[in-house]
Structure formats: structure tokens, C-alpha cells
T-cell receptor, first 113, second 115 residues
Framework: GDSVTQMEGPVTLSEEAFLTINCTYT??????LFWYVQYPGEGLQLLLK?????DKGSNKGFEATYRKETTSFHLEKGSVQVSDSAVYFC????????????FGIGTKLQVIP | DVKVTQSSRYLVKRTGEKVFLECVQD?????MFWYRQDPGLGLRLIYF???????EKGDIPEGYSVSREKKERFSLILESASTNQTSMYLC??????????????FGPGTRLTVL
């Protein structure tokens, strides 16, 4: 079945550091890929998405590129802020059918001043 | 803004009790979902619904049932709560049943403890 693999963390960075959170996936066909973010005490919210190979999703300074050859969708940000501290979930939706999404385990990011 | 509300932020129940978790969305979305979130396991789909009175099993439906009598409301039912159902429960909704991906909007979650 479909699956998403990401490290659990926590990832601890100093403010203004470069962030990479790795995500790889297993799915048949051509899934859509997403990053969701969960701030403390809140539900998840969509951060960015990519629906086909080589698409780059971006939002709030975060970027991720859909790489079909390596089945990856790594999240990057050039300069993190304390307000970016949250849990980040990589996710996929298989092509066709219902709107069911498979999530990774989530990576906790802590940014210290 | 889309709003997804859940009836309780925190809930404590005893083993064997029947537990109802309620979720309401205010944007006429067709799809609604129930997940549980556990450390090291991420989000796992329990049930989802794409229309009133329709339901589909997710990845971990055992021990749970659901009800969707009105479009805006999706209830998760634990018929006889057990300690291994202690978890954070998240409800979500999205607009269309099929087609290109529709963003899921999440509620704040209910942290359920079963003693």
C-alpha cells in the first residue's frame, strides 16, 4: 500500500539556520504530495503541495520539489524563525478515487533564539 | 474561513464506557474524516464519509463506528472504550468527493484519556 517515510525528530535548529526535512514515499501511479504543519495546540493546516513530477510547491518561505526519480519531496527553508517551531507532516494522495490521504509520522521542529 | 469544530478539547472516560466525539464543519464540505494521532505513528485514518449516511473504513476502523446524519456533522463512536484508545482524535473536512485534490481542513483535536 501507499506509505510516507520521514524522520520523527525532534530537529533542533538555531534561528536563521537552513532547514531540510526529508520525505520519501511509496505509491503506485502518480500521487499528489503535500506538507502539512501543526502548530502547538492546533489542528493541521496545508503548507504546500505539488501534483506532478518536477512541480515545486512553496509557501511562507518553505519549498519542496516533487522528484519522481527518487520518490522524494523534501521540505526546505533558507532561514528558520522561532515561529516555525511546529510538527511537519509529509503526505500523499493516490491518483484517482476518493480524497483519502496517507500521512507520515510527523517531524517536530524546534527553533531556538 | 472554513471552521471545523470538535465538541471537546479534553475528555476522560472509563474503560467500557460508550464515547461520542462530535465534529461540525461550516462550509458545506462533502468529505469528512476522523484520524487518531499517536507519537511515532503519525496520523492514521479511522473512517471517512463522502456524503450523508455514507461511510468508508480507513486504515484502523476496529473498535470504532461513525455516524453522518447531516452533511455538516460527523460523529465518531467508541462502543466500549478501552485503554488502547487513549489518543488525540482529529476531525477534518474537504470540499469535493473526487477530482483534483481538495485541501483538508482540520479541527483542533480532542485528547481522549481512557482510564
Amino acid at each position: 500500500g501507499d506509505s510516507v517515510t520521514q524522520m520523527e525528530g525532534p530537529v533542533t535548529l538555531s534561528e536563521e539556520a537552513f532547514l531540510t526535512i526529508n520525505c520519501t514515499y511509496t505509491a503506485t501511479g502518480y500521487p499528489s504530495l503535500f506538507w502539512y504543519v501543526q502548530y502547538p495546540g492546533e489542528g493541521l493546516q496545508l503548507l504546500l503541495k505539488a501534483t506532478k513530477a518536477d512541480d515545486k510547491g512553496s509557501n511562507k518561505g518553505f519549498e519542496a520539489t516533487y522528484r519522481k526519480e527518487t520518490t522524494s519531496f523534501h521540505l526546505e527553508k533558507g532561514s528558520v524563525q522561532v515561529s516555525d517551531s511546529a510538527v511537519y507532516f509529509c503526505a500523499l494522495r493516490a491518483s484517482g478515487g476518493y480524497q483519502k490521504v496517507t500521512f507520515g509520522i510527523g517531524t517536530k521542529l524546534q527553533v531556538i533564539p | 474561513d472554513v471552521k471545523v469544530t470538535q465538541s471537546s478539547r479534553y475528555l476522560v472516560k472509563r474503560t467500557g464506557e460508550k464515547v461520542f466525539l462530535e465534529c461540525v464543519q461550516d462550509m458545506d464540505h462533502e468529505n469528512m474524516f476522523w484520524y487518531r494521532q499517536d507519537p511515532g505513528l503519525g496520523l492514521r485514518l479511522i473512517y471517512f464519509s463522502y456524503d450523508v449516511k455514507m461511510k468508508e473504513k480507513g486504515d484502523i476502523p476496529e473498535g470504532y463506528s461513525v455516524s453522518r446524519e447531516k452533511k455538516e456533522r460527523f460523529s465518531l463512536i467508541l462502543e466500549s472504550a478501552s485503554t488502547n484508545q487513549t489518543s488525540m482524535y482529529l476531525c477534518a473536512s474537504s470540499l469535493y468527493r473526487t477530482g483534483s485534490y481538495n485541501e483538508q481542513f482540520f479541527g483542533p483535536g480532542t485528547r481522549l484519556t481512557v482510564l
